[in-house]
């Protein structure tokens, strides 16, 4: 497995992919570190979903957000896009705590971030805010998309939000 570790006053601005992942994809299997100070802004996917990032699904993929990170105006365009900032496919972890903004990003579902597949965990901890994020369909700042079951259920803990969260179930 790959990891990669973002630090200290990175940013990301203006990147665009026609299919997945305007910014970085995360191989499945992979794990990622962002934090101190990183800005993440103005990135887009043209055809498909996340604006910034992805996280492939099987084996899972790990995602740590942290520290004075901010995502502004990030989008995926396409008719059916999901994840303005972040898509999150079945199996793997995204953690975000300690600062972090999500601002005008954008997508058809899941303003912010997105929640594709069975057997997710999505966990939003002190200090993250979502703000002004809009989804033409569903989510404004979090959408959750899975089949549920007793042993895999998706899971979203959120600490502050200003838009609206909606999960959805087959």
Not at 31 to 36: E, G, N, P, T, Y
Not at 53 to 66: A, C, E, Q, T, V
């Amino acid at each position: 497995a790959s990891a990669l570790n973002v630090t200290d006053r990175v940013v990301f601005t203006r990147c665009k992919a026609s299919l997945h992942a305007g910014v970085l994809w995360l191989e499945a299997g992979s794990s990622a570190h962002i934090h101190r100070d990183v800005d993440v802004s103005e990135n887009q996917v043209l055809y498909s979903d996340a604006g910034a990032i992805m996280l492939d699904g099987d084996p899972p993929s790990h995602l740590y957000i942290g520290h004075h990170v901010r995502f502004e105006r990030n989008s995926a365009n396409s008719q059916n896009g999901k994840g303005g900032a972040i898509v999150v496919q079945a199996k793997s972890t995204l953690q975000v705590s300690d600062t972090v903004v999500f601002v005008d990003n954008s997508a058809n579902r899941g303003g912010a971030v997105a929640g594709v597949g069975s057997g997710l965990t999505l966990t939003f901890e002190s200090g993250v805010t979502f703000s002004r994020n809009a989804a033409l369909n569903k989510g404004g700042a979090i959408y959750i998309f899975g089949v549920a079951s007793e042993d895999d259920t998706p899971v979203c803990e959120a600490t502050t939000a200003t838009d609206a969260v909606l999960p959805t179930f087959l």
